[in-house]
């Protein structure tokens, strides 16, 4: 069994003429202690699907589909289970790890809390796991006593690394985990999150805008375009022979890990994704292929291929040369 199973899942922000499909049908797979990397520019549902995953989402938020964690479905499961599950099955790491720290108590109490609630660890065996997860994540145990402004940013998410490893998850989330920081800072932490789940044999979900950061990290990739999977694989082999239009946009984008000339939009990919309350018929993405033909533009694509590597295009075998005259 898989430890996760995301199953034709959508999620739609609102209702009537101004909806917003942010997720539209994905399904994805993450055995036990493998990695998966989910690319995409802003706005394609990349977070939307992350906080379905353990139903952060808003009231506002319609889902549907099925969300398996370790067999048994999240979107159904009665509240007293899911808390349980968000300590002991999965935890989350996000992006502004300053926000999610309580900025008047200590470091070393914060990560402790977890153990004590949900774990019934006595006061003294909290503080010396507490002490043990922050070396763990490269700090020194010393920081326990530290207040979150007391360090710096890669520090704080190094603690935020740290609380989410407090309980033991299967699973950790983490979205855009080091957009925030500065490149050295981000490929150091990236490591150690790779490092530590390998080690304990965690399954991650790891969301980036930048494909060489998760083909660095990750077994598997996927690549989302509005609201969709539209390509997933081998890592390497999305990366290095990407075979939708698309993603082969985003791996000529991100050459190299954490290149800061990269941080902006795709290179050579003009426009934005759209705006998911007003879509393009037809493949989402056709209005900024360069191989977009006439079906395109009203032939939905659902991905296609066998199990190991799928992709949602017409062309999707096509050779990996733009037509003369357009570019990629
Ligand atoms: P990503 O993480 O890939 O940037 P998001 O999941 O944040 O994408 O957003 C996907 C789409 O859903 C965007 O169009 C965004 O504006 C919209 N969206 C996100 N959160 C909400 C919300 N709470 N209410 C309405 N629309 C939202
Ligand atoms: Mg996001």
Redesign the pocket.
């Known amino acids: 069994m898989n430890l996760l199973e995301v199953q034709n899942l959508t999620v739609t ?2 209702s009537g003429p101004t909806a ?1 499909p ?1 997720v539209r049908g994905v399904d994805l797979t993450v055995a036990a202690g493998q990695q998966l990397g989910i690319a ?10 992350a906080l379905a995953l353990l139903r952060l989402l ?1 009231p ?2 319609h889902v549907d589909g099925r969300i398996l964690l370790d067999g048994e479905d999240v979107l159904t499961m009665r509240w007293g289970r899911l808390r349980a599950v968000r300590w002991a099955g999965a935890s989350i790491v996000f992006q502004g790890a300053m926000h999610s720290l309580n900025a008047v108590r200590r470091i070393g109490e914060q990560i402790a809390e977890p153990l004590l609630v949900h774990r019934r660890a006595t006061p003294a065996a909290a503080r010396t796991l507490a002490g043990e997860l922050l070396r763990s994540v490269g700090l020194p145990e010393g920081r326990a006593d530290s207040y979150p402004h007391e360090l710096s940013g890669g520090q704080r998410q190094r603690v935020m690394i740290a609380m989410a490893l407090a309980c033991d998850p299967a699973l950790i989330v983490a ?1 855009e985990p080091t957009t925030a920081l500065d490149v050295m800072i981000q490929a150091q932490i990236l490591r150690l999150v790779q490092q530590l789940v390998t080690e304990r044999h965690i399954g991650l979900v790891m ?1 980036s805008h930048d494909l060489a950061v998760l083909a660095d990290v990750c077994d598997r990739l996927a690549v ?1 375009y509005a ?1 969709r999977v539209v390509e997933e694989g081998p890592a390497r082999a999305v990366f290095d022979a990407a075979r939708h239009p698309y993603g082969q946009a985003l791996s000529a984008a991100f050459p190299r890990v954490g290149d800061p000339a990269s941080r902006r939009a795709p290179r050579g990919l003009p426009g934005d994704p759209p ?2 309350a007003a879509l393009p018929t037809g493949c989402a993405f056709h209005p900024r292929c360069a191989w977009a033909l006439e079906p395109c533009a009203h032939d939905d694509q659902f991905l296609t291929g066998n199990d190991d590597h799928r992709v949602a295009c017409l062309l999707a075998d096509r050779p990996q040369v733009p037509p003369s005259g357009r570019t990629l």
């Open positions: 922000y609102g917003v942010a995409g520019e802003s706005g394609c549902g990349k977070s939307t699907l808003p506002s938020a979205d969301i989302m609201g705006d998911p």
